[in-house]
């Protein structure tokens, strides 16, 4: 079965870290890119970050609202995305899905994770 | 930075009847390439968010029929053309010609 996972959110402190994971299966992770999307209770979504494909450089790209303090990486060997979130604000608690992309042609894989919550809060 | 906004921000819509959301982008989606760089995805209720359609018009797996995506360059569309009641949720598009962002969502309900 093909499927990402979240995992590590929790309740922070402001101005501390945390580190998300997101982990897949049944999908050749190496060849997706991997996005950051987020949620505010009761508000919409949100693009935090991506990293491409090793392929295309591994590059990352940031939303004004996290650049700096968000950074996105990835470890093919073990399928797995991180999100690192440091100087956590209030305004960051939010679901945090992630999301796998992979288009070729005119084909396209798209998976979501069923998001995990962060809470910032002192 | 390139900002999508989506009209209507809310829907409301009988079974069987048509339905069309809006999205204008500040600045023009369409690559050298030929490609709009322009997505739709639903969120149903209690769920993540599901693709619908990529690059503008191209309708991603598993999407029924009754889905199609238009438009070019800061004008886009997506249509319902028989809205049925498992189709209840937040619509949004999502520019994807510079650093991603996506619209406000527009919520349909059926009536």
């Known amino acids: 079965e093909v499927q990402l996972v979240e995992s590590g959110g929790g309740l922070v402190q402001p101005g501390r870290s945390l580190r998300l994971s997101c982990t897949a299966s049944?999908?050749?992770?190496?060849?997706?890119?991997m996005t950051w999307v987020r949620q505010a209770p009761g508000k919409g979504l949100e693009w935090v970050g991506f990293?491409?494909?090793?392929?295309?450089?591994?590059?990352?790209d940031y939303a004004a609202s996290v650049k700096g303090r968000f950074s996105i990486s990835r470890d093919d060997s073990k399928s797995i995305a991180y999100l690192q979130a440091d100087s956590l604000k209030t305004e960051d608690t939010a679901v945090y899905y992630c999301?796998?992309?992979?288009?070729?042609?005119?084909?396209?894989?798209?998976?979501w994770g069923q998001g995990t919550m962060v809470v910032v809060s002192s | 930075d390139t900002v999508v906004t989506q009209s209507p921000l809310s829907l409301s819509v009988t079974p069987g009847e048509p339905a069309s959301i809006s999205c204008r982008s500040s600045?023009?989606?369409?690559?050298?390439?030929?490609?709009?760089?322009l997505d739709w995805y639903l969120q149903k209720p209690g769920q993540s968010p599901q693709l619908l359609i990529y690059?503008?018009?191209n309708r991603a797996p598993g999407v029924p029929d009754r889905f199609s995506g238009s438009g070019s360059g800061t004008e886009f569309t997506l249509k319902i053309s028989r809205v049925e009641a498992e189709d209840v949720g937040v619509y949004y598009c999502?520019?994807?010609?510079?650093?991603?962002?996506f619209g406000q969502g527009t919520k349909v309900e059926i009536k």
């Open positions: 999301n796998g992309r992979l288009v070729r042609g005119n084909d396209v894989s798209d998976i």
């Open positions: 049944g999908l050749h992770f190496g060849d997706y890119a």
């Open positions: 990293i491409r494909a090793a392929a295309y450089g591994a590059t990352t």
């Open positions: 600045e023009s989606l369409l690559h050298a390439n030929g490609y709009n760089y």
């Open positions: 690059l503008g018009s």
């Open positions: 999502m520019q994807a010609r510079q650093t991603r962002a």
